[in-house]
C-alpha cells in the first residue's frame, strides 16, 4: 500500500510538472528605452516564445497611464506606427517585439525613466482554450539610442 501511494505522489508531481512547463512563456531580454525629463512616451521590447499558439492581447505597467501594443511598419515609403489588438504568438516559435517592428508603447509616464531602471510589466496572454495568463517582467531601461542589439545606436523616434 505504501508502494502505491508513493508511485500516486510521483505519478501526480511529474504531471503536475508537466503542465506548468506546457503553459509557460519565456521572455528573453526585456528592455525599455530610457527617456529625457518630461517625455511622456516610451518603448518596451522583448523577445517572447510560447509554448503552444497564444496571443498578446494587453500589457501593464503602473510607470505609465497607458500601455499599449504597436506596429511600426513602412508603408509606400512612409513609416507608419498603429496600435493593434493583439500580437499572435506561434506555439514554440519566438516573436520579436522591437524598434521598427511590433513594441510596447509606455504612454502618459509618471516619471523619467533612466537608464538602469527595473520597470516592471504584466502582460496577458491568452491560448486558443481562451484561458488567459499574466506574465510579469522586470524590463531593464537602457540608454536613449539603444536598439535591440547595441545599448549606443540611434534609433527610431515615435
Known amino acids: 500500500?505504501?508502494?502505491?501511494?508513493?508511485l500516486l505522489a510521483t505519478a501526480l508531481t511529474v504531471l503536475s510538472?508537466?503542465?506548468a512547463a506546457q503553459t509557460s512563456v519565456q521572455?528573453?531580454?526585456?528592455?525599455?528605452?530610457?527617456?529625457?525629463?518630461?517625455?511622456?512616451a516610451t518603448g518596451a521590447f522583448m523577445q517572447i516564445t510560447a509554448p503552444k499558439a497564444m496571443r498578446l492581447l494587453e500589457v501593464r505597467s503602473p510607470v505609465a497611464?497607458?500601455?499599449?501594443?504597436?506596429?511600426?511598419?513602412?508603408?509606400d515609403n512612409m513609416m507608419r506606427?498603429?496600435?493593434?489588438?493583439?500580437?499572435?504568438?506561434?506555439?514554440?516559435?519566438?516573436?520579436?517585439?522591437?524598434?521598427?517592428?511590433?513594441?510596447v508603447m509606455l504612454l502618459e509616464l509618471k516619471g523619467q525613466v533612466k537608464a538602469g531602471d527595473k520597470i516592471p510589466l504584466t502582460l496577458v496572454v491568452e491560448g486558443e482554450d481562451k484561458r488567459r495568463e499574466t506574465i510579469e517582467v522586470n524590463a531593464v531601461a537602457r540608454p536613449l539610442g539603444a536598439t535591440s542589439t547595441s545599448t549606443a545606436m540611434p534609433a527610431m523616434k515615435h
Open 1 to 6: 500500500m505504501t508502494h502505491l501511494k508513493t
Open 17 to 19: 510538472f508537466s503542465a
Open 27 to 40: 521572455i528573453t531580454d526585456p528592455w525599455v528605452r530610457a527617456t529625457v525629463p518630461q517625455q511622456k
Open 65 to 75: 497611464g497607458v500601455a499599449e501594443i504597436h506596429e511600426m511598419s513602412m508603408t
Open 81 to 103: 506606427m498603429r496600435q493593434v489588438k493583439e500580437i499572435a504568438l506561434p506555439a514554440g516559435k519566438a516573436v520579436e517585439l522591437k524598434p521598427g517592428g511590433y513594441h
